[in-house]
């Protein structure tokens, strides 16, 4: 397996040598270049694009959504992961919005850290569980708020589906469920993927609408 190639853009050299030493001795993983500015990134990657872009929101002359939006257009085979002290759920979602992959706080793991990279380039998103948990509440409100939840008859799903969805909808993420009802996280996936084909669900926005509509959860 080929180095996945990684660029790191941070206005400050203290956070951009700590992520260097967090990644040091990982395996198949070259971090090709690095920049403090969204100018000296585009400069940069033009003739040595990475497969991921560690990226803050905040720089010096633009803001790391902005820099996202334009990745995707320009360079739809690399992948954003937003590195951020910054968990707002606006900033969140509006990174998200712009096509970042990933967003992790900045007090975040090695481990976690690894595991969102190598996510991120299988094509895969990844959120730190204390971003889980800020866009779930997110959903639940706006759910609450918006009439045109997706309602569907529920006899289709077992009972392990039901127990599942309930969870996911009270703001559970995959590994706390994964213990609660002492399965693999793996196992958790595979409910949640046939719980949404089974409704015809295509996000887990719908997934909790859905629940909170047909009063799996109260709210």
């Known amino acids: 397996m080929s180095a996945i190639r990684i660029f790191l853009v941070d206005d400050h050299q203290l956070v951009r040598d700590g992520i260097k030493a967090l990644l040091m001795g990982a395996a198949n993983l070259d971090i090709i270049g690095e920049a403090s500015t969204g100018k000296e990134c585009f400069e940069k990657i033009a003739t040595n ?10 720089l010096p002359d633009t803001t790391g959504i902005e820099i996202t939006k334009r990745i995707t257009v320009e360079y739809p085979d690399m992948h954003v992961l937003i590195l951020s002290m910054y968990t707002n759920e ?7 919005k712009a096509g970042a992959r990933g967003y992790l706080p900045k007090n975040t793991s090695r481990e976690e850290l690894l ?6 380039f299988k094509g895969e998103e990844f959120f730190s569980d204390s971003i889980s948990k800020i866009m779930l509440r997110s959903y639940v409100r706006k759910a609450k708020e918006d009439d045109s939840a997706p309602s569907r008859p529920a006899v289709q799903l077992t009972l392990r589906e ?8 009270e703001g559970y993420i995959n590994k706390e469920i ?4 002492d399965i693999s996280i793996r196992t958790v996936e595979t409910h949640k993927n046939h719980i949404m084909k089974k409704l015809e669900l ?13 009063k799996f959860v109260e709210i």
């Open 178 to 181: 994964s213990d609660k009802l």
């Open 49 to 58: 694009p990475p497969d991921i872009l560690i990226l803050d929101i905040s």
């Open 202 to 214: 295509k996000s887990t926005v719908e997934l909790i609408k859905f629940a909170i509509k047909n």
């Open 115 to 120: 595991n969102a990279i190598h996510a991120i």
């Open 90 to 96: 606006d900033f969140i979602f509006n990174s998200v």
């Open 162 to 169: 039901i127990e599942i969805l309930k969870l996911f909808a």
